[in-house]
């Protein structure tokens, strides 16, 4: 038996082994999935290196204390969005700064400025960029942040050269002798501003923020297979939006049904769930939004065997006998 009270050696390496083995499970192991699994929106591009030495600012300068950049997946956040951040979002922006550096977060969590996640498709003028972080107060009169006036240079009007990029800044704000210029690192700060938009996920019509307020009107489905109805129809109606019409989804944000051994199985239960209920197993996935109040047991049968029968997927297909199986189980759930 060890006695902790005396043994000094065995109570610090117990100590230090608990110490590496918690590291390992909440740290490192979750690190490196989200590290390999994730992967950049086909719609994004990597960051200049004007936009990164932007990103190197704006963590210098703390921008994240007053700023996110996450649409939360909730109704009130569309206004910064036009759907919710997912991981695959900050691929690029994630990317070690240098050799010695880690990326730091730059999500944030507190909002007292707007949340910048798309501020470069809201807000696309250098100008007002430069004019905004020299003195907020000269575009925005009631704005509470902080100037960053550092970031600018102030000349003699006579010392300008044609290369200066000069702000067009009023008297009121700085004595007409002298004229303010940008620095480079206010130049990158403001590409960096102006790259943050949200890539573009859909082809059709974004999905609705969760919880939807609204079910969306069925449109009229034609016969399908069988007493069902057209699952082909359902299924660009519905689903296409994300899993595309060739079914192969969309990399880092949402899966490919063609070959997935979820639709191929022979238990279809777990699809059937997947359908009513909504799915967010893995986080290199989006959100897969509910559809128990959207589609009948029919039309979830008739989307299931057009998925399990499409894009070169063969299984075996269903009845609407399972879903509701599947849905009085899921009730049983929740009741
Ligand atoms: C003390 C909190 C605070 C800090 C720190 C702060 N901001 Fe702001 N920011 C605000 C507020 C409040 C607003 C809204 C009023 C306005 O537009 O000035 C704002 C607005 C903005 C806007 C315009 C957003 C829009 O939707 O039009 C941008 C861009 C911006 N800030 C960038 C930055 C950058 C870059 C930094 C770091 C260099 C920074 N902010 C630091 C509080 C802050
Ligand atoms: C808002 C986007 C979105 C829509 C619309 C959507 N899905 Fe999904 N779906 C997802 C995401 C994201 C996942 C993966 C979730 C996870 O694993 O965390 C997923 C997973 C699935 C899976 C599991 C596949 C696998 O390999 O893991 C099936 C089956 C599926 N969806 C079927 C459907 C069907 C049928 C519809 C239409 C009724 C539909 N989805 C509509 C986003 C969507």
């Not at 936009?51 to 963590?59: A, D, P, S, V």
């Not at 008297?171 to 890539?199: G, R, T, W």
């Not at 449109?219 to 296409?240: F, H, R, W």
Request: neutral net charge; proline residues 5%; aromatic residues 8%.
């Amino acid at each position: 038996m060890i006695n902790l009270h005396k043994d000094h050696k065995s109570l610090l390496t117990i100590i230090v082994f608990v110490f590496l083995g918690l590291s390992t499970l909440i740290a490192i192991i979750p690190a490196y999935n989200m590290q390999t699994k994730v992967t950049p929106l086909s719609k994004s591009t990597a960051l200049t290196q004007s936009e990164r030495n932007g990103l190197k600012t704006y963590i210098s300068e703390g921008c994240v204390s007053c700023h996110t950049q996450q649409v939360r997946n909730i109704a009130m956040d569309n206004k910064w969005g036009d759907r919710p951040s997912i991981p695959s979002d900050y691929y690029y922006s994630k990317q070690r700064l240098s050799f010695f550096q880690q990326s730091p977060s730059v999500l944030g969590s507190e909002r007292t400025g707007p949340d910048l996640t798309s501020v470069g498709t809201r807000q696309p003028s250098d100008d007002w960029h430069l004019l905004h972080l020299y003195n907020p107060r000269i575009v925005v009169k009631e704005s509470v942040m902080p100037g960053y006036s550092w970031l600018f240079e102030k000349k003699k009007k006579s010392a300008v050269s044609e290369n200066d990029i000069v702000l067009n800044v009023s008297k009121e704000f700085v004595n007409d002798k002298y004229a303010i210029i940008a620095k480079q690192e206010a130049l990158d700060l403001v590409s960096y501003l102006k790259s943050l938009k949200q890539a573009d996920l859909y082809a059709v019509p974004s999905p609705e923020f969760i919880p939807a307020s609204t079910k969306k009107e069925t449109v009229i489905i034609s016969k399908g297979t069988g007493n069902l109805p057209n699952g082909e129809q359902l299924y660009m109606d519905k689903c296409a939006s994300c899993h595309q019409l060739n079914g192969e989804g969309l990399g880092g944000a949402f899966p490919s049904l063609k070959g997935s051994p979820i639709v191929l199985d022979k238990n279809h239960d777990l699809m059937i769930q997947i359908i009513l209920a909504g799915y967010d197993a893995r986080s290199e996935y989006a959100v897969m939004p509910a559809f128990s109040d959207q589609l009948s047991d029919a039309e979830v049968a008739a989307i299931t065997n057009h998925e399990k029968t499409s894009w070169g997927n063969n299984a075996q297909t269903i009845s609407e006998e399972d879903v509701k199986k599947v849905r009085e189980y899921l009730k049983t759930l929740n009741p």
